[in-house]
T-cell receptor, first 115, second 113 residues
Framework: AQSVTQLGSHLSVSEGALVLLRCNYS??????LFWYVQYPNQGLQLLLK??????LVKGINGFEAEFKKSETSFHLTKPSAHMSDAAEYFC?????????????FGTGTRLTIIP | DTEVTQTPKHLVMGMTNKKSLKCEQH?????MYWYKQKAKKPPELMFV???????INESVPSRFSPECPNSSLLNLHLHALQPEDSALYLC????????????FGPGTRLTVL
């Protein structure tokens, strides 16, 4: 079974500082990988996804992630944190055929922004 | 319309009640999903409907009964729930064979007394 591991359940960064959220995956086949963000009392919003092709993926709100097969990693970064980035971030891996896929989420990282 | 809607936003029910959660999308998506999310935990998949047929049931107790009346609508019928079933219930949809991107609704916050 495919799985993802997120290192660090909490991360605090200063406003304007680099954000780095770590995700490592375990998969026997090329994975489909996603980063979702969840604001308090809301559903999940897709930040970006990796399917095939370019290993550097750009998403919404200035976030990007790089797929590194040799390191089995898909870390999420943002050069300069903003107060509005405070939220829970989930890395996820997809398994199964399109239209019948199972998303397995990491345990999440809560990002706090320090003014 | 590019969103998934869920009703109600909040639901409080007793252990003997019968209630239903509703999810709707008008994006022409052919796959719909129910997830359960406990506080401070990631979402966990419960059911998948693919082209209006139940394709995945993640060993969910029978007190949860899903229904997909048509390709735009997904229901979750609840009966004889336990307090430990209190959680945020999230619905999602995905296009089908051309993409595996899932779009999530805002969720229904369920409290079982």
């Amino acid at each position: 079974a495919q799985s993802v591991t997120q290192l660090g359940s909490h991360l605090s960064v200063s406003e304007g500082a680099l954000v780095l959220l770590r995700c490592n995956y375990s998969s026997s086949v090329p994975p489909y990988l996603f980063w979702y963000v969840q604001y308090p009392n809301q559903g999940l919003q897709l930040l970006l996804k990796y399917t095939t092709g370019a290993t550097l993926v750009k998403g919404i709100n200035g976030f990007e992630a790089e797929f590194k097969k040799s390191e089995t990693s898909f870390h999420l970064t943002k050069p300069s944190a903003h107060m509005s980035d405070a939220a829970e971030y989930f890395c996820a891996v997809s398994d199964g055929d399109f239209g019948n896929e199972k998303l397995t989420f990491g345990t999440g990282t809560r990002l706090t922004i320090i003014p | 319309d590019t969103e998934v809607t869920q009703t109600p936003k909040h639901l409080v029910m007793g252990m003997t009640n019968k209630k239903s959660l509703k999810c709707e999308q008008h994006m022409g998506h052919r796959a719909m999903y129910w997830y359960k999310q406990k506080a401070k935990k990631p979402p966990e998949l419960m059911f998948v409907y693919s082209y209006e047929k139940l394709s995945i049931n993640e060993s969910v107790p029978s007190r949860f009964s899903p229904e997909c009346p048509n390709s735009s609508l997904l229901n979750l019928h609840l009966h004889a729930l336990q307090p430990e079933d209190s959680a945020l219930y999230l619905c999602a949809s995905s296009p089908g064979r051309e993409s595996n991107e899932q779009f999530f609704g805002p969720g229904t916050r369920l409290t079982v007394l």
